[in-house]
């Protein structure tokens, strides 16, 4: 079976109910590709409503989750209550959250496997900074953020994970890897996968790409072998997202 493509959208800090629902009702009314799955990620307070709007064939992803079951700890939102609104994923890992909010990654692969043993589906981010790939140590970063997760979760649990690479230095900047560097990277996933985690999970992981994706740049990306999607930010917030979605047709 081939990997089914994913689409992943990321509205980040942005909107508030009327243009949530108009994005949301954008979408509804697009002719989508049928084969690919779409997931959109709006702010914890309009999780519920893009939920309720939004046809059943689109997902709805919280874009954090605790790793705690309940608590006193103010702010957070646990695997429980995102189920209870009905939302089956939650993005892990964001660059934004390991840069801005400095979460290890230990931390986050304790959130990716109190999602999973929780039910959820993983949108789980990794990607090194400019100086890093600078560097040369892309691949050694990426490996490390992976290693953090394989220590938590079991060889079958990996099915409930999409991989997302990102890397840092393209999120927002408007630069994006060349679809030679996005393939290399993904390729070294999928790579460690086979070694770290078994055929399988090589063979059925989804590596989407991440940082800076628009109409423009999608269609060639979407071309590479080991390329399974995308996570949109900026241009997930509109009507051009439609096109990223249908960047295979």
Same mark, same amino acid.
């Given at each position: ?34 084969? $690919?799955?779409?997931?959109? #990620? ?6 519920? %409503? +893009?939920?309720?709007? !939004?046809?059943?064939?689109?997902? /709805? ?10 608590? +006193? ?8 209550? %995102?189920?209870? %609104? ?22 986050? +692969?304790?959130? /990716?496997? $109190?999602?999973?043993?929780?039910? %959820?589906? /993983? ?18 970063? /990426? ?5 953090? !997760?394989?220590?938590?979760? #079991? ?26 560097? !996005? ?17 399988? +999970? ?32 900026? $241009? ?10 249908? #960047?295979?047709?």
């Amino acid at each position: 079976m081939p990997r089914q493509f994913f689409i992943g959208g990321n509205f980040k800090m942005n909107g508030v109910a009327d243009s949530i629902t108009s994005i949301v009702n954008n979408l509804n009314s697009a002719k989508l590709d049928p084969n $690919a799955e779409v997931v959109i #990620s709006p702010p914890a307070p309009y999780l519920s %409503l +893009a939920r309720q709007v !939004a046809n059943d064939n689109i997902g /709805v992803a919280a874009q954090n989750v605790f790793d705690k079951p309940n608590g +006193a700890f103010t702010g957070e939102i646990s695997v429980e209550q %995102l189920q209870d %609104l009905k939302i089956n994923w939650t993005l892990v890992g964001h660059s934004e959250r390991r840069v801005l909010l400095k979460e290890s990654d230990e931390f986050i +692969a304790k959130k /990716v496997k $109190a999602a999973v043993d929780g039910g %959820l589906g /993983v949108i789980f981010c990794i990607g090194e900074t400019l100086e890093e790939r600078e560097s040369n140590s892309t691949i050694a970063v /990426v490996t490390r953020q992976l290693n953090a !997760a394989a220590k938590e979760l #079991s060889k079958e649990q990996w099915a409930k994970v999409v991989i997302a690479y990102e890397p840092v230095w393209a999120i927002g900047t408007g630069k994006v890897a060349t679809t030679e560097q !996005a393939q290399e990277v993904h390729a070294a996933i999928r790579k460690w996968l086979g070694e770290a985690i078994s055929a399988e +999970a090589a063979d059925n992981t989804r590596v989407i790409y991440g940082g800076s994706v628009s109409e423009k740049n999608c269609r060639e990306l979407a071309k590479e072998n080991d390329v399974d999607g995308f996570l949109v930010g900026g $241009a997930s917030l509109k009507p051009a997202f439609v096109d990223i979605v249908n #960047s295979r047709l």
